[in-house]
T-cell receptor
Framework: DTAVSQTPKYLVTQMGNDKSIKCEQN?????MYWYKQDSKKFLKIMFS???????INETVPNRFSPKSPDKAHLNLHINSLELGDSAVYFC??????????????FGPGTRLTVL | KQEVTQIPAALSVPEGENLVLNCSFT??????LQWFRQDPGKGLTSLLLIQSSQREQTSGRLNASLDKSSGRSTLYIAASQPGDSATYLCAVKTSGSRLTFGEGTQLTVNP
């Protein structure tokens, strides 16, 4: 009965490859997010989708492309992986981003290592 | 641009001690402030959320305060336990519904 799940948990790949990370939430939330946590543990927003519509798109290389097939899923596809993409990627969801009480629920993270 | 700073970066205390973690932010136009806990290799768990109109929130041994005008928040942990060892992250929600995180305080409570 995991609220926000991500697959895979670990991903090790070579430079130049294309990979995807999947995220699913069973909380019935309208909004989903992708965050990147670098080696210094600094957590930064990458994308946010509300009802399958992109609402936040930070300064992220266009090699990163989020895809939301439905409200419960937000996948992250990364093309031409680079060494600097190595990080932990977290998916999150929240009920209604417009609410001042809106709390985000995080997945367990996907540790991506690019060799 | 909102910036969030947390002090100290790391803290080690003996079990039973009361402690305070600090968070400061540069733009006082926030919707809310949240404190999260992150255990090694795990995701984040929300601990407390303070709306911009509130001054504090309490949950068990945790108490978080917010002074929006000075751009500061504190997380008070009473009677610390080894199980409280984790990284504590402060995050503020600003316009565009973005959460801006601090770099966290790594807490170790020694038995």
């Amino acid at each position: 009965d995991t609220a926000v799940s991500q697959t895979p948990k670990y991903l090790v790949t070579q430079m130049g490859n294309d990979k995807s990370i999947k995220c699913e939430q069973n909380l019935g939330h309208d909004t989903m997010y992708w965050y990147k946590q670098d080696s210094k543990k600094f957590l930064k927003i990458m994308f946010s989708y509300n009802n399958k519509e992109l609402i936040i798109n930070e300064t992220v290389p266009n090699r990163f492309s989020p895809k939301s097939p439905d409200k419960a899923h937000l996948n992250l596809h990364i093309n031409s992986l680079e060494l600097g993409d190595s990080a932990v990627y977290f998916c999150a969801s929240s009920q209604d981003l417009a609410l001042s009480t809106d709390t985000q629920y995080f997945g367990p993270g996907t540790r991506l290592t690019v060799l | 641009k909102q910036e969030v700073t947390q002090i100290p970066a790391a803290l080690s205390v003996p079990e039973g001690e009361n402690l305070v973690l600090n968070c400061s932010f540069t733009d006082s136009a926030i919707y809310n402030l949240q404190w999260f806990r992150q255990d090694p290799g795990k995701g984040l768990t929300s601990l407390l959320l303070i709306q911009s109109s509130q001054r504090e929130q309490t949950s068990g041994r945790l108490n978080a305060s917010l002074d929006k005008s000075s751009g500061r928040s504190t997380l008070y942990i009473a009677a610390s336990q080894p199980g409280d060892s984790a990284t504590y992250l402060c995050a503020v929600k600003t316009s565009g519904s973005r959460l801006t995180f601090g770099e966290g305080t790594q807490l170790t409570v020694n038995p």
